[in-house]
Nanobody, 120 residues
Framework: QVQLVESGGGLVQPGGSLRLSCAASGSIFTMYAMGWYRQAPGKQRELAARIMSGGSTNYADSVKGRFTISRGNAKNTVYLQMNSLKPEDTAVYYC??????????????WGQGTQVTVSS
């Protein structure tokens, strides 16, 4: 059982910034990767940003140069710094974590999502 708790969403004007946080808890022995996915109404869920255990990152082309994903000092914590936000960034953002439990079973867990609305 691995649970993810997200925070940081809200309403922001175009050009503004938000920082999303995600903390994973439970039977986590090792983390393979953590990432942020987003889904807007009528659209498919897409990967916004992901960071692997070794530190490498992946970003959607639409957010490159504006979003930064990072790992927190606390293990199993990830942040998404979102700058220069655009209305097109409006979506529910979901935290995702993949890893192995103490019983050596893989897990793939999702948070409940946090709403990000970019509007003037």
């Amino acid at each position: 059982q691995v649970q993810l708790v997200e925070s940081g969403g809200g309403l922001v004007q175009p050009g503004g910034s938000l920082r999303l946080s995600c903390a994973a808890s439970g039977s986590i022995f090792t983390m393979y990767a953590m990432g942020w996915y987003r889904q807007a109404p009528g659209k498919q869920r897409e990967l916004a940003a992901r960071i692997m255990s070794g530190g490498s990152t992946n970003y959607a082309d639409s957010v490159k140069g504006r979003f930064t994903i990072s790992r927190g000092n606390a293990k199993n914590t990830v942040y998404l710094q979102m700058n220069s936000l655009k209305p097109e960034d409006t979506a529910v953002y979901y935290c995702n974590a993949r890893g192995g439990t103490h019983s050596l079973r893989d897990f793939d867990s999702w948070g409940q999502g946090t709403q990000v609305t970019v509007s003037s």
